[in-house]
């Protein structure tokens, strides 16, 4: 069915899974086993009082497999949303045929709809922690393409904190809550951030409204990583993903999240549900920026360093084709919980560039899903391609069926063979080989010392006065129980970015220590001391 719910893949609807036993309907409860279920209320005991005897078989299916209702949570993006629906592509980008930069077959037709599998998520906390917290928001997207499947694993900001993959599980450790207290805190958070001038940019942005979207419709998306395209003759271009949501972009102050969480901690999720069952369709218009293959030595910034814009006066957005999300999962788990995108589920025409991140990245959702989702999640329908697949890859855990080719010979699970197995295609196109000559080294990406400030200080001047006020609270919020050889070195590092920055962060730090001081002295207010209210225990 695609869905994940009900039918299954193989071998259902023949007669036989028609069959009642004796007293059964088409809607009797069963167990597992097909064993029609008389009596789903009583344990069995000896005597309506007695011990519970252990033979009861209905009891220990039903219980066991409640013990293992959970599978492990993503250990990042953790909490999401998910809806399906259909990108269509315009066969230009901007006003130039598509085929000229990329064969990818998705793209080629003014026209052609694939299926697509969206899910939005924050990051940091736990799968029903409140989606109004301050978080970068996820934005991934199965495309169920005729060449197989292709992952656009993207964020609603369009830059990241670091640009070397080795940071990954340091700068998550820093955001996560703290081992000791199990508390998120700002004085770690930016303990790490002090040590990254490169994350500024986005800090920027994470820390004003930018950092809670007020919900996933109104929300961008980007790819963030740089990747390729190849055309017919094998050339390439470097290129980022832009989703421009047709609903606009609207973001919270912290007090609006604050009046939201306050009655609602999973908005995000009942507006995307809701609007979809109400037939009130969300759209995103799939857009590239483009530049050719190469290092680009005339650019202030390295094309392959994702704390980096693309300035959109000299690489414009070219729309590519338009996405709408028009249909609610039926079942939150077998699709939106086992759903596994990963940056390396390419297809022909689409490639990797050199970003370390993206290198990166490309190893480890795979990795974490054969942990996650289990060695054979990509025989879940929701994860399946929506195309002829055949391996020789066999059994492991869960195994649901085995992917042969109609007639294909069932002894043959190896190749090459002459005796009717599979065998390779034929190629789409000519091969994208790019040259290296280089030494082999473990080096920063660095270009032109002072760009990391230049770029984080453009956004800091780009925001509105509701979002720099907002900047400098949250900032100094955070900041303002960190130890002081952080609040320096921030101070420091904004005043680079910006003069009127930095003066305002540290009139910010200041300000908020003064409060809590304040606060400290006179009753304690930090811990909520109740007077009204307290009840005494029921009998
Ligand atoms: C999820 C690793 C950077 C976007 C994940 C997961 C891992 C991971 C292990 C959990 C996947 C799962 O359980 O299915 C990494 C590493 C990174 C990195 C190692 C850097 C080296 C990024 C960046 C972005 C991003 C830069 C934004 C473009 C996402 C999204 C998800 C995710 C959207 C959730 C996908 C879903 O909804 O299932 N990441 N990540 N990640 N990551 Fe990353």
């Not at 077998?334 to 025409?349: I, K, R, S």
Request: hydrophobic letters at 30%; aromatic letters at 10%; proline letters at 6%.
């Amino acid at each position: 069915t695609g869905n994940g719910t009900g039918t299954a893949v193989t071998g259902a609807g023949s007669a036989e899974d028609q069959r009642t036993a004796v007293g059964e309907g088409a809607q009797t409860l069963t167990t597992r086993q097909g064993h029609p279920v008389v009596d789903n209320q009583n344990v069995r005991t000896v005597g309506s009082r007695g011990p519970t005897t252990l033979e009861n078989y209905h009891f220990l299916e039903k219980i066991s497999h409640f013990d293992r209702e959970r599978t492990p949570e993503r250990v990042v993006h953790a909490r999401g949303a998910g809806a399906h629906g259909t990108f269509e592509a315009y066969g230009t980008v901007g006003d130039e045929p598509i085929a000229k930069y990329t064969r990818a077959k998705l793209f080629n037709t003014k026209g052609k709809e694939t299926p697509v599998f969206v899910r939005f998520s924050s990051v940091i906390h736990g799968g029903h922690s409140p989606e109004t917290l301050r978080d970068p928001r996820g934005f991934a997207t199965k495309f169920y393409t005729e060449d197989g499947n292709w992952d656009l694993v993207g964020n609603n900001l369009k830059v990241f904190f670091i640009r070397d993959a080795m940071k990954f599980p340091d700068m998550v450790h820093s955001l996560k809550p703290d081992p000791v207290t199990n508390r998120q805190d700002g004085g770690r958070i930016f303990d790490f951030m002090s040590h990254h001038p490169e994350a500024l940019q986005m800090i920027t942005f994470l820390f004003s409204p930018w950092g809670i979207p007020a919900n996933y419709r109104e929300m961008e998306g980007s790819g963030v990583n740089t990747y390729k395209w190849v055309n017919a003759a094998g050339e390439a271009q470097l290129i980022k993903y832009h989703w421009v949501p047709q609903q606009g972009v609207r973001n919270l102050t912290q007090p609006e999240a604050e009046a939201i969480q306050a009655k609602d901690f999973n908005h995000a999720t009942g507006d995307l549900y809701d609007n979809i069952k109400a037939g009130n369709f969300p759209k995103w218009e799939l857009c590239v920026q483009m530049m050719p293959d190469g290092e680009h030595n005339e650019l202030p910034f390295d094309p392959l360093d994702d704390t980096k814009i693309w300035p959109e006066d000299q690489f414009p957005y070219l729309p590519v084709g338009m996405m709408t999300l028009n249909k609610n999962p039926e079942n939150y788990f077998a699709e939106v919980e086992q759903v596994a995108f990963g940056t390396g589920v390419l297809v022909d025409g689409l490639d990797f560039s050199d970003d370390k991140m993206l290198q990166g990245r490309t190893f480890s959702y795979s990795d974490t899903q054969r942990y996650r989702v289990g060695a054979n999640y990509l025989q879940l329908p929701i994860n399946a391609p929506k195309k002829h697949v055949a391996t020789n890859q066999r059994d492991g855990q869960m195994t649901y069926h085995v992917d042969t080719a109609p007639g294909q010979n069932p002894h043959v699970n190896y190749e090459p063979s002459r005796l009717n197995g599979l065998s390779e295609s034929a190629p789409a196109g000519k091969e994208h080989e790019p040259a290296y000559e280089a030494r082999l080294v473990r080096q920063k990406l660095e270009r032109h010392g002072d760009i990391d400030f230049q770029q984080a200080g453009d956004r800091y001047r780009r925001h509105t006065d509701r979002e720099k006020d907002d900047l400098i609270n949250n900032l100094a919020d955070n900041l303002k129980g960190a130890d002081k050889s952080v609040q320096d070195k921030m101070v420091e590092l904004f005043t680079k970015c910006d003069a009127d920055y930095g003066r305002r962060v540290r009139e910010g730090i200041d300000k908020a220590m003064a409060e809590k001081a304040g606060m400290n002295g006179h009753g304690h207010a930090e811990v909520g001391v109740r007077s009204a209210g307290t009840q005494k225990p029921s009998m």
